[in-house]
C-alpha cells in the first residue's frame, strides 16, 4: 500500500491497494486517524524531515510503516504501509514454541527432583500439626503445609504438562466433556452469581485425551468466574460449539472486564499471572496452549477492556 500525504497528514494521493484495504473514501482523511495511532511525522524542530517507520498494531492487524519525507517542494510524506500479520504471527508462535519445546525438556525432571522431598515436608507437616503444640507453633506449621502444597500444585502442573507426549486418546463427546466441567464447577458458579449460557452443535465424537481437554475447559471457565467476581462488571459466561472445515471450535466468553490489551500478548506464557498472593502461579493457560497444541488444534483469545472475553479453541476432527 503507498499513498502520499501533506503537511496535516491527509491523504492526497493512493494506490489501489490503500484503497481495497482501508476504502474508497479515504482522499482528504488523516492517515492517522484511519490507523488510530498518534501522529509521529510531524517534527516541529524540522518540519516534515523526519523518517518515521514503526511496527502498528491496529484494527485486528499489524502493519509495518514506513514514511519518507519530500526532499523539495511539497511537505508531507510518501507512505509505504505492508500487512504483515501472518508474518507476525508466525514469528510469534515460533518464538513461543522455541521456548516451550526448552521448557519441555527441563519440566518431567525438575518435577521428579521437587517431588521427592516435598514429600516428605507435606508429610512431616501433617504429623507436626497432629501433636499438642502451642499457637505460634501451630500456625508457623501450618503456614509450612499451606506453602508446601502450593508447591506441590506447581508440580502437578508440571507433571501434566510432561503428559502432553504420551495422550491417552478416546472417542469423547464434546458437549458431555464440557457439561462435566459445568458440573465440577456448579457450587463456584452459584456461589458468585455466574449466569450459564449452552449453545451446542450437533457433533461427531472426537478422538482425545479427555482429562487434559477437562483441564484446558476448566482453567479457562475458573479464570472467568475470577475475572467477573473480581471486578463486579457481567454475570455471564457463554459456550458455544460448532464445525467447520473438518475441525470443531469451541468459543468460551464472558461479559467481564476484559484483558488490558498490553498483557494480551503475554496470556499463554509460563508463570505469567495477574493474580495477587498464592491465587495463581501463571502455569494454568500455559498448559492450556500446549494441551490443545498436543490435539494438534489452536487456541486464541480475543478481547475488549470493558467488554469481556472469548477464548476460541479449534480440534481437528481426524
Known amino acids: ?147 508446601a502444597l502450593r508447591i506441590k500444585r506447581v508440580v502437578e502442573d508440571m507433571l501434566s504438562f510432561a503428559k502432553t507426549s504420551n495422550l491417552k486418546r478416546s472417542l469423547v463427546s464434546l458437549d458431555k466433556l464440557i457439561d462435566e466441567c459445568f458440573e465440577q464447577l456448579d457450587e463456584l458458579f452459584v456461589k458468585h452469581n455466574i449466569r450459564i449460557i449452552k449453545n451446542y452443535s450437533d457433533l461427531p465424537l472426537l478422538n482425545l485425551d479427555g482429562e487434559l481437554i477437562k483441564v484446558v475447559f476448566i482453567n479457562i471457565l475458573r479464570n472467568a468466574v475470577q475475572a467477573l467476581k473480581g471486578s463486579n462488571i457481567g454475570d455471564t459466561i457463554m459456550v458455544q460449539t460448532w464445525e467447520k472445515d473438518n475441525y470443531i471450535s469451541i468459543k468460551i466468553a464472558d461479559n467481564g472486564p476484559g484483558i488490558p490489551a498490553d498483557i494480551k500478548h503475554k496470556i499463554f506464557d509460563p508463570f505469567f499471572t495477574t493474580k495477587e498472593g498464592s491465587k495463581g502461579v501463571g502455569l494454568g493457560l500455559w498448559m492450556c496452549y500446549n494441551f490443545i497444541k498436543a490435539h494438534h488444534g489452536d487456541i486464541s483469545v480475543e478481547s475488549t477492556p470493558g467488554q469481556g472475553t472469548a477464548f476460541y479453541i479449534r480440534l481437528p476432527i481426524e
Open 1 to 147: 500500500m503507498i499513498a502520499i500525504v501533506d503537511e496535516e497528514c491527509r491523504i492526497v494521493n493512493a494506490n489501489q491497494a490503500m484503497f481495497k484495504t482501508f476504502g474508497e473514501d479515504i482522499i482528504h482523511k488523516n492517515i492517522c486517524d484511519i490507523l488510530r495511532i498518534p501522529c509521529k511525522m510531524k517534527d516541529n524542530k524540522a518540519p516534515f524531515t523526519k523518517e518515521v517507520s514503526r511496527i502498528l498494531h491496529t484494527n485486528d492487524r499489524t502493519y509495518s510503516f514506513k514514511a519518507y519525507p519530500f526532499t523539495e517542494g511539497m511537505k508531507g510524506h510518501i507512505l509505504v504501509i505492508r500487512d504483515i500479520t501472518k508474518e507476525y504471527e508466525l514469528e510469534k508462535r515460533a518464538l513461543q514454541a522455541e521456548k516451550l519445546a526448552a521448557l519441555g525438556q527441563m519440566t518431567a525432571c525438575i518435577a521428579h527432583e521437587i517431588n521427592n522431598p516435598l514429600t516428605g515436608i507435606v508429610g512431616y507437616a501433617e504429623m507436626l500439626m497432629t501433636k499438642p503444640l502451642d499457637n505460634v507453633t501451630v500456625k508457623g506449621i501450618q503456614n509450612i503445609y499451606n506453602a
